[in-house]
């Protein structure tokens, strides 16, 4: 009931991902057309979801609700499968506090909510496990046609779903009596012919280089984060939940009553996938990530939990509610779970919500977001003719700039996703300074920004420094000796400027970014106002962590005079503690050069940027 509740309460204010309308774009007329295109040579998955969307969203349409409602079923469904596979391997005590962790845990619950591969490859190999189970507790025709027909739809979900299904044949050899093996092998051959249609997909996509675009080799420190991940960055719920475990492995040593069927199902069904996906991913292509280990989770809880066998009713029923209540309680709360997938809360509806009502104010909507997703938006919406607005995607700050130029506007509307370059807000907020809305979602925000101040107008930054040759510095900044000031002519020598001529560097500002009022998550700005200078001449932003990390830009070459560089570190707390701000202008010729100013700004960031994935990084002030 409360896995049914936490999956099914937001069911009509749910949005869909980005991952999601990704497949649901790649839908086509025809089935032909869908695999073809759809999948051949654009999708890294088995065909098996995008197949079953087709006729699924043929049968019903596209509403969030509709479409998702079946990966909700299975979700429920495999954890139906994995309370009774637990019961078998380790009694009722262990399966209760085993299946309240699985029912509550963001890890089930998220993935359970998306029309991915995900929740059908949990159910698909969970009926596996469990028909080998029952199958070698009682045999039957019945089970044997549920192996065969279990692996071969879990391989046509996804890739490691189908290693998971191939671990459990092979292990089915030594967890079954001899006589029963002969048929496990003809079962687990039924599935493998019927997959063998799929092989020229595979083998196509095992050429590709996976997924190192965008996601790095992993370190034995994902495992920490996807413990975190788990237990939602909550750390009373990961105190809870690993005091469990240490109770579970001491209890285990301690009465030496582990099952070994239970310790090879959680080694080679569990840990055995994490470790397989982890070497593929350091040796080959990076493809670890929480999602593709779901099918082995289960599993490997289940030994952690296994110590628990036989614990009084009263206690296992005690702590199964305390983990429920607590994961519940912090999916909500640390977590924000429903608030984040939220229909109000998602990127691509709030920038076509943001379009069709700047075209109503009669405002420019300048967009850097996915254009045919913005499209399926629109058709879903049933608006025929979407409004124009000004696309982004792609340009670099010198075809930004242009883009700025031509405007004839006091106020835009502006929506940016992930695929923005980093200094896109910031150079927007040179052209447009003040503040008038700002809404904040996971990997993406929108504003309402104004060339004009308004009453009511919104402040988010944290600091901000300006340094010239009038102004007596705040701290932080420094002039190099033999820097000069002159007077410029163009303004009657009322203005002072800095003169660089044959020196590279000569102004800078440093100082603890912690000295800044920084948060690990915001955005840095650096500014410098050129009277005079050649258009390789950079202002450069340099964030260090002592014997850590580094952040480094600079400004791209420009004919203007302003040059900027903005970057957005996403640090971690101990390391915004240590890191050190610099900021200097680089007179990469040497040649004759004249500064107005420099400027340093830290703009409140977006705390929910990476929340798919990581944690709520701070107060949720811009919703």
Same mark, same amino acid.
């Given at each position: 009931m409360i896995a049914a509740l936490l999956r099914f309460a937001p069911f009509i204010d749910l949005a869909y991902t980005h991952d999601e309308l990704s497949a649901l774009v790649r839908l086509y007329p025809t089935l032909a057309e869908t695999i073809g295109k759809g999948v051949m040579g654009v999708d890294t998955h088995p065909p098996g979801v995008q197949v079953f969307l087709w006729a699924w969203t043929k049968l019903g349409g596209l509403s969030e609700a509709w479409v998702k409602l079946p990966f909700m079923l299975a979700s429920l469904g495999a954890l139906v499968l994995l309370h009774r596979m637990a019961c078998r391997l380790a009694g009722a005590t262990v399966a209760l506090v085993f299946t309240a962790v699985l029912a509550t845990i963001q890890y089930t619950v998220l993935y359970g909510q998306l029309a991915r591969p995900y929740a059908f490859g949990l159910f698909t190999t969970a009926w596996m496990a469990d028909r080998l189970l029952a199958y070698r507790d009682r045999g039957g025709m019945g089970a044997l046609f549920g192996i065969a027909l279990a692996a071969a739809l879990s391989a046509y979900m996804h890739h490691l779903a189908a290693l998971q299904a191939l671990l459990i044949g092979v292990s089915g050899l030594f967890l079954l009596p001899a006589e029963r093996r002969r048929n496990h092998l003809i079962a687990c051959a039924a599935a493998v012919a019927v997959y063998l249609p799929n092989l020229p997909v595979l083998r196509a996509q095992l050429a590709w280089k996976g997924l190192d675009e965008w996601l790095a080799p992993p370190t034995f420190g994902w495992f920490i984060e996807h413990a975190r991940f788990i237990t939602h960055w909550n750390g009373v719920f990961g105190v809870l939940l690993i005091v469990v475990v240490l109770w579970a492995s001491a209890r285990a040593v301690r009465t030496r009553d582990l099952p070994w069927t239970t310790v090879v199902i959680g080694l080679v069904w569990g840990a055995l996938p994490y470790a397989i996906t982890f070497t593929y991913s350091v040796w080959r292509a990076p493809v670890l990530q929480h999602s593709v280990v779901l099918f082995a989770f289960p599993y490997l809880l289940l030994l952690l939990l296994s110590g628990l066998k036989d614990i009084p009713a009263r206690a296992s029923s005690g702590l199964a509610i305390a983990l429920a209540l607590v994961a519940t309680v912090t999916l909500i709360t640390t977590r924000r779970h429903f608030a984040l997938n939220s229909s109000t809360h998602n990127r691509y509806e709030a920038i076509a919500r943001g379009i069709l009502d700047a075209d109503e104010a009669g405002i420019p909507a300048l967009v850097d977001a996915p254009a045919h997703i913005l499209r399926f938006t629109f058709e879903r919406w049933q608006v025929s003719a979407p409004p124009p607005y000004i696309d982004l995607t792609g340009l670099d700050a010198e075809a930004m700039d242009r883009v700025l130029d031509g405007l004839n506007t006091d106020r835009v509307f502006v929506?940016? %996703?992930?695929?923005? !370059? @980093?200094?896109?807000?910031?150079?927007?907020?040179?052209?447009? &300074?003040?503040? *008038?809305?700002? +809404? #904040?979602?996971?990997?993406?925000?929108?504003?309402?920004?104004?060339?004009?101040?308004?009453?009511?107008?919104?402040?988010?930054?944290?600091?901000? %420094?300006?340094?010239? !040759? @009038?102004?007596?510095?705040?701290?932080?900044?420094?002039?190099? &000796?033999?820097? *000069?000031?002159? +007077? #410029?002519?163009?303004?009657?020598?009322?203005?002072?400027?800095?003169?660089?001529?044959?020196?590279?560097?000569?102004?800078?500002?440093?100082?603890?970014?912690?000295?800044?009022?920084?948060?690990?998550?915001?955005?840095?700005?650096?500014?410098?106002?050129?009277?005079?200078?050649?258009?390789?001449?950079?202002?450069?932003?340099?964030?260090?962590?002592?014997?850590?990390?580094?952040?480094?830009?600079?400004?791209?070459?420009?004919?203007?005079?302003?040059?900027?560089?903005?970057?957005?570190?996403?640090?971690?707390?101990?390391?915004?503690?240590?890191?050190?701000?610099?900021?200097?202008?680089?007179?990469?010729?040497?040649?004759?050069?004249?500064?107005?100013?420099m400027n340093v700004k830290v703009r409140q960031g977006n705390p929910v940027r990476y929340a798919w994935l990581g944690p709520v990084r701070g107060e949720w002030t811009y919703r």
């Open positions: 929506g940016l %996703t992930l695929q923005a !370059p @980093e200094g896109r807000e910031a150079q927007l907020r040179v052209a447009f &300074p003040f503040l *008038r809305e700002r +809404h #904040d979602m996971a990997e993406g925000q929108t504003f309402l920004l104004s060339a004009r101040p308004h009453p009511g107008d919104k402040d988010d930054l944290r600091s901000s %420094t300006t340094f010239t !040759p @009038e102004a007596l510095s705040d701290g932080g900044w420094s002039v190099r &000796p033999g820097v *000069r000031t002159v +007077h #410029d002519t163009a303004s009657h020598g009322l203005l002072k400027r800095w003169r660089l001529d044959g020196q590279e560097f000569g102004i800078a500002y440093e100082a603890p970014l912690a000295a800044t009022h920084a948060m690990p998550y915001d955005a840095i700005e650096a500014g410098m106002d050129l009277a005079f200078g050649d258009t390789q001449a950079t202002v450069v932003l340099d964030v260090e962590v002592p014997g850590g990390r580094r952040w480094y830009r600079t400004s791209a070459p420009s004919e203007r005079p302003y040059r900027q560089a903005a970057l957005q570190p996403d640090m971690r707390w101990s390391e915004l503690q240590q890191a050190q701000l610099k900021v200097y202008g680089w007179n990469r010729s040497r040649g004759a050069m004249r500064v107005a100013s």
